[in-house]
């Protein structure tokens, strides 16, 4: 069956960085488009950042443009999100998820993803 499983989250500093991991199996990596999404406390689950099949196409969430990078490694089946210069906005549950459509686009609803992961829990404070 299909697994996406998180890591990297934890605690950092205001300003810091960290770089979450997703591993994926159970499904053609290679042809998803992939995203981040997050849910901070008390609420909704929103779109962080998207990845296309190959690569070449991305966008962001305009609260994390220019601070988070988005990529994939094809070969390994992982999807990465590099976050620097955190802000305590950005605390939250990270999610990874896996498009169950084509991938030559980049996609931003929740409802264009159909795997999910567990998340990972990043904190940003002073």
């Known amino acids: 069956q299909v697994q996406l499983v998180e890591s990297g989250g934890g605690l950092v500093q205001i300003g810091g960085s960290l770089r979450l991991s997703c591993t994926a199996s159970g499904l053609r990596f290679s042809s998803r488009t992939m995203a981040w999404f997050r849910q901070a406390p008390g609420k909704e689950r929103e779109f962080v950042a998207t990845?296309?099949?190959?690569?070449?196409?991305?966008n962001y969430a305009a609260a994390v443009k220019g601070r988070f990078t988005i990529s994939r490694d094809n070969v390994a089946t992982m999807v990465y999100l590099q976050m620097s210069n955190l802000k305590p906005e950005d605390t939250a549950i990270y999610y990874c998820a896996a498009r169950v459509g084509g991938g030559a686009s980049v996609y931003y609803r929740e409802n264009d993803y159909g795997y999910w992961g567990q998340g990972t829990q990043v904190t940003v404070s002073s």
């Open positions: 990845i296309n099949w190959t690569g070449s196409a991305t």
